[in-house]
């Protein structure tokens, strides 16, 4: 089955403790891209991926990073998190490598950063 | 700075009342526009994606059209199913690395009464 997943689903830590988000496609596609959405703010873009080892920010980068060391994945890392990080990500995926057709998304990850 | 503005915030029909989901953005050389769908908890769903003024696609109830500065979803006699947010996104022609940078509105809240 074509899908894009995250791990883990659900996470709650504390302010400054590392961590990492998974992302993994099997389509094969060349663009991979990580969003942040909150509440009347709607979908804000982290960084996005148009090939491996090719990365660059989005609308909201700062506190985040990211690699793209194979096509499938594209993890999201926090090197130090911090209360306003909590929301909900989604890391999605598209067959174009500028993103200019059909994404398919991921389930959700809800970080909670206390 | 580029925006991407969806209207109405939330919108109730009642099931066969047929209306339409504004989304107009102030962007310098669009690449494409694109409709998602977004069930809670889940994310979002790709629909439709139009590249040129004047292009228009449908698929079962909905239409999607463009103009130059905005486009609409056309909600035709929708059923409770339809009930869901209904995200518009942007990909822009912003020269240089940027070329896979995405902005979505803020979304539109639909609610079908039986």
């Known amino acids: 089955e074509a899908q894009v997943t995250q791990n883990p689903r659900y996470l709650i830590t504390v302010t400054g403790k590392k961590l990492t988000v998974t992302c993994s496609q099997n389509m094969n596609h060349e663009y991979m891209s990580w969003y942040r959405q909150d509440p009347g703010l709607g979908l804000r873009q982290i960084y996005y991926s148009m090939n491996v080892e090719v990365t660059d920010k989005g609308d909201v980068p700062e506190g985040y990073k990211v690699s793209r060391k194979e096509k499938r994945n594209f993890p999201l890392i926090l090197e130090s998190p911090s209360p306003n990080q909590t929301s909900l990500y989604f890391c999605?995926?598209?067959?174009?490598?500028?993103?200019?057709?059909?994404?398919?998304f991921g389930p959700g990850t809800r970080l909670t950063v206390t | 700075e580029d925006q991407v503005t969806q209207s109405p915030e939330a919108l109730r029909l009642q099931e066969g009342e047929s209306s339409s989901l504004n989304c107009s953005y102030t962007?310098?050389?669009?690449?494409?526009l694109f409709w998602y769908r977004q069930d809670p908890g889940k994310g979002p769903e790709f629909l439709f994606t139009l590249y040129s003024a004047g292009e228009e696609k449908e698929k079962e109830r909905l239409k999607a059209t463009l103009t130059k500065k905005e486009s609409f979803l056309h909600i035709t006699a929708p059923k409770p199913e339809d009930s869901a947010t209904y995200l518009c996104a942007v990909g822009l022609d912003a020269g240089g690395t940027s070329y896979g940078k995405l902005t979505f509105g803020q979304g539109t809240i639909l609610t079908v009464h039986p």
């Open positions: 999605a995926s598209s067959l174009s490598p500028r993103g200019l057709n059909e994404q398919y």
């Open positions: 962007v310098s050389g669009l690449r494409g």
